[in-house]
Protein backbone atom coordinates (compact mmCIF):
# COMPACT_ATOMS: atom_id res chain seq x y z
CA UNK A 1 0.00 0.00 0.00
CA UNK A 2 1.53 3.09 -0.95
CA UNK A 3 1.56 6.38 1.21
CA UNK A 4 -0.86 9.26 0.11
CA UNK A 5 0.75 11.97 -1.89
CA UNK A 6 2.71 14.72 -0.41
CA UNK A 7 1.12 18.01 0.38
CA UNK A 8 2.26 21.76 -0.50
CA UNK A 9 1.65 24.10 2.29
CA UNK A 10 3.64 27.53 2.24
CA UNK A 11 2.61 30.89 3.85
CA UNK A 12 3.15 34.04 2.35
CA UNK A 13 3.37 37.76 3.54
CA UNK A 14 4.93 41.45 2.67
CA UNK A 15 7.00 43.01 5.07
CA UNK A 16 8.44 46.34 6.12
CA UNK A 17 11.22 46.83 8.09
CA UNK A 18 11.36 43.13 8.93
CA UNK A 19 7.48 43.40 10.72
CA UNK A 20 4.81 41.73 8.72
CA UNK A 21 2.92 44.46 6.75
CA UNK A 22 0.06 41.71 5.25
CA UNK A 23 -0.30 38.63 4.86
CA UNK A 24 -3.02 35.90 5.40
CA UNK A 25 -4.45 37.05 8.80
CA UNK A 26 -5.00 40.60 7.39
CA UNK A 27 -6.85 39.36 4.41
CA UNK A 28 -9.14 37.43 6.98
CA UNK A 29 -9.91 40.01 8.48
CA UNK A 30 -10.30 42.34 5.24
CA UNK A 31 -12.58 39.57 3.97
CA UNK A 32 -14.78 39.27 7.33
CA UNK A 33 -14.97 43.21 7.41
CA UNK A 34 -16.45 42.97 3.91
CA UNK A 35 -18.70 40.54 4.50
CA UNK A 36 -19.88 41.69 7.52
CA UNK A 37 -19.71 45.35 7.55
CA UNK A 38 -18.17 45.45 10.84
CA UNK A 39 -15.08 45.72 12.44
CA UNK A 40 -16.69 44.09 15.93
CA UNK A 41 -18.77 40.78 13.78
CA UNK A 42 -15.48 40.24 12.36
CA UNK A 43 -13.34 40.06 14.81
CA UNK A 44 -15.73 37.69 17.06
CA UNK A 45 -15.54 35.70 13.65
CA UNK A 46 -12.09 35.36 13.69
CA UNK A 47 -11.64 34.26 17.39
CA UNK A 48 -10.36 37.94 17.84
CA UNK A 49 -10.69 40.66 20.55
CA UNK A 50 -12.14 43.98 19.14
CA UNK A 51 -9.00 45.80 20.16
CA UNK A 52 -6.60 42.88 18.62
CA UNK A 53 -8.45 43.57 15.46
CA UNK A 54 -8.55 46.94 15.61
CA UNK A 55 -4.93 47.30 16.75
CA UNK A 56 -4.01 45.07 13.28
CA UNK A 57 -5.90 47.36 11.07
CA UNK A 58 -4.11 49.84 12.87
CA UNK A 59 -0.61 48.71 12.54
CA UNK A 60 -1.36 47.67 8.00
CA UNK A 61 -2.40 51.09 7.63
CA UNK A 62 1.22 52.28 9.32
CA UNK A 63 2.95 50.29 7.06
CA UNK A 64 1.03 51.19 3.90
CA UNK A 65 0.44 54.55 4.78
CA UNK A 66 -3.43 54.99 4.20
CA UNK A 67 -6.74 53.86 5.42
CA UNK A 68 -7.88 50.57 4.59
CA UNK A 69 -11.10 51.16 5.84
CA UNK A 70 -13.83 53.61 5.93
CA UNK A 71 -17.11 54.77 7.51
CA UNK A 72 -20.67 53.46 6.26
CA UNK A 73 -22.28 56.22 7.73
CA UNK A 74 -22.56 57.21 11.34
CA UNK A 75 -20.52 56.47 14.32
CA UNK A 76 -21.85 52.57 14.87
CA UNK A 77 -22.96 52.48 11.49
CA UNK A 78 -20.04 50.11 11.08
CA UNK A 79 -17.37 50.03 8.07
CA UNK A 80 -16.36 49.28 4.56
CA UNK A 81 -13.17 48.81 3.13
CA UNK A 82 -11.55 51.81 1.27
CA UNK A 83 -10.23 51.86 -2.29
CA UNK A 84 -7.11 50.36 -0.86
CA UNK A 85 -8.22 48.02 1.36
CA UNK A 86 -10.27 46.31 -0.97
CA UNK A 87 -7.10 46.22 -3.75
CA UNK A 88 -4.85 44.90 -0.76
CA UNK A 89 -7.66 42.27 -0.32
CA UNK A 90 -8.22 40.88 -4.54
CA UNK A 91 -4.13 41.47 -4.92
CA UNK A 92 -3.44 39.07 -1.73
CA UNK A 93 -5.63 36.65 -2.38
CA UNK A 94 -4.70 36.42 -6.25
CA UNK A 95 -0.98 36.26 -5.39
CA UNK A 96 -1.42 34.06 -2.81
CA UNK A 97 -3.49 31.70 -5.24
CA UNK A 98 -0.69 32.08 -8.02
CA UNK A 99 1.86 31.19 -5.45
CA UNK A 100 0.74 28.08 -4.30
CA UNK A 101 -0.20 26.83 -7.56
CA UNK A 102 3.27 27.66 -8.43
CA UNK A 103 4.80 25.81 -5.73
CA UNK A 104 2.65 22.97 -6.60
CA UNK A 105 3.78 22.53 -9.90
CA UNK A 106 6.93 22.79 -9.15
CA UNK A 107 7.14 20.58 -6.33
CA UNK A 108 5.23 18.16 -9.20
CA UNK A 109 8.44 18.47 -11.38
CA UNK A 110 11.26 18.14 -8.81
CA UNK A 111 9.95 15.33 -6.62
CA UNK A 112 10.13 11.62 -7.75
CA UNK A 113 6.79 11.25 -5.22
CA UNK A 114 2.93 12.43 -5.64
CA UNK A 115 2.24 15.57 -4.56
CA UNK A 116 -1.30 17.30 -4.39
Known amino acids: MGLPPLKVKLK ?11 GLGSASLLKEIDQNGSLAAAA ?15 D ?17 SGYRLSPLGRKMLVAYTEWEEQVHAAALR ?9 VD
Not at 12 to 22: H, I, P, S
Open 12 to 22: VWLETGGEMAF
Open 60 to 76: IEAALGEKLLEKKGGNK
Open 44 to 58: RELGMSYRAAWGRIK
Open 106 to 114: LAREKFPVP
